[in-house]
T-cell receptor
């Protein structure tokens, strides 16, 4: 069964550093998303991406965040200057049908120290 | 966004059916009902979705009340692998209909399956 692949599985970074989280969505999917889950809390929507542009973003997705689909297969989330409160699991997801069914990756655990 | 209400937790014996309820009294006519689950230390996993009619797939069945104000996810024979947090979510239509739907996760129901 096709999978959404995320790398790395765990990243530790120092506060203020930039991180790039990588995702390879399912190849025939057109809609891409990032979500995050702070430990013990709900899964929160960050951003959706369609037709090579951001289509919607939440209040969490401020200027320190950016997304890119650099080469037609990868989908990345960049956090420019990490803060302690950015520590969370970050999930990439993709959908062929515009959100009726998503496939999520296994996540990247980001720890900011 | 229309909200859903689910019990915090439920418990089931292995190989027995499980009925996970969800109330969504403020659902709009165009909202789809989605169910996802999240196994420990994993990303959410699609289970099923529906609009008005009951739905079946290889994982589960979704029973939707006639007034659509509630629904029930049915696992026909629970296994230990079904222990997870189950989320009932109404599709949150985005401003641009071409952009797909963001999922608004709540706290879900934590299902414990005992041997």
């Amino acid at each position: 069964e096709p999978e959404v692949t995320q790398t790395p599985s765990h990243q530790v970074t120092q506060m203020g550093q930039e991180v790039i989280l990588r995702c390879v969505p399912i190849s025939n999917h057109l809609y891409f998303y990032w979500y995050r889950q702070i430990l013990g809390q709900k899964v929160e929507f960050l951003v959706s991406f369609y037709n090579n542009e951001i289509s919607e973003k939440s209040e969490i997705f401020d200027d320190q965040f950016s997304v890119e689909r650099p080469d037609g297969s990868n989908f990345t989330l960049k956090i420019r200057s990490t803060k302690l409160e950015d520590s969370a699991m970050y999930f990439c997801a993709s959908s062929r049908d515009g959100g009726m069914s998503y496939t999520f990756g296994s996540g990247t655990r980001l720890t900011v120290v | 966004d229309a909200k859903t209400t689910q019990p915090n937790s439920m418990e089931s014996n292995e190989e027995e059916p499980v009925h996970l309820p969800c109330n969504h009294s403020t659902i709009s006519g165009t909202d789809y009902i989605h169910w996802y689950r999240q196994l420990p230390s994993q990303g959410p996993e699609y289970v099923i979705h529906g609009l008005t009619s009951n739905v079946n797939n290889r994982m589960a069945s979704l029973a939707i009340a006639e007034d659509r104000k509630s629904s029930t996810l049915i696992l026909h024979r629970a296994t230990l692998r079904d222990a997870a947090v189950y989320y009932c979510i109404l599709s949150a239509g985005l401003s641009n209909s071409n952009s797909g739907y963001a999922l608004n996760f709540g706290k879900g129901t934590s299902l414990l399956v005992t041997p």
